[in-house]
């Protein structure tokens, strides 16, 4: 299986910027699947806003486009999501996520992340 290990996250102002990072650990030496970060707003469903395929093309929902940059470090196989002009709606619990080993591109719209980080909470205040 694949383990996801995350840090970054917590408050700030609106406007402001942060920036979150995922260990990514499996039975492959370097990330050669689909690999995104999702959020879950209060009394929302679990959302997908930003991934990366295995050519290391990025791909955003369009909230977030322009604002966030999803990236992947494959010498560590570390994923990071960096987040400017940070609004009170992406306030959220982020989690990074990995798919099923043979999934490699078409990953925003993916179905199959099965490998999951803890969690991280964004809250970002007017």
Not at 38 to 48: D, S
Not at 69 to 89: C, F, G, R, V, Y
Not at 91 to 108: D, R
Not at 117 to 126: E, I, L, N
Request: hydrophobic share 35%.
């Amino acid at each position: 299986g694949v383990e996801l290990v995350e840090s970054g996250g917590g408050s700030v102002l609106a406007g402001g910027s942060l920036a979150l990072s995922c260990a990514v650990s499996g039975s492959t030496p370097r990330i050669t699947y689909c690999v995104a970060w999702f959020r879950q707003a209060p009394g929302k469903e679990r959302e997908v806003i930003a991934a990366i395929d295995t050519g290391d093309t990025p791909d955003y929902v369009d909230s977030v486009k322009g604002r966030f940059t999803i990236s992947k470090d494959n010498a560590e196989n570390t994923l990071h999501l960096q987040m400017n002009n940070l609004k009170p709606e992406d306030t959220a619990i982020y989690s990074c996520a990995a798919s099923e080993p043979w999934v490699g591109y078409e990953c925003l719209s993916s179905k199959y992340y099965n490998y999951w980080g803890q969690g991280t909470q964004v809250t970002v205040s007017s």
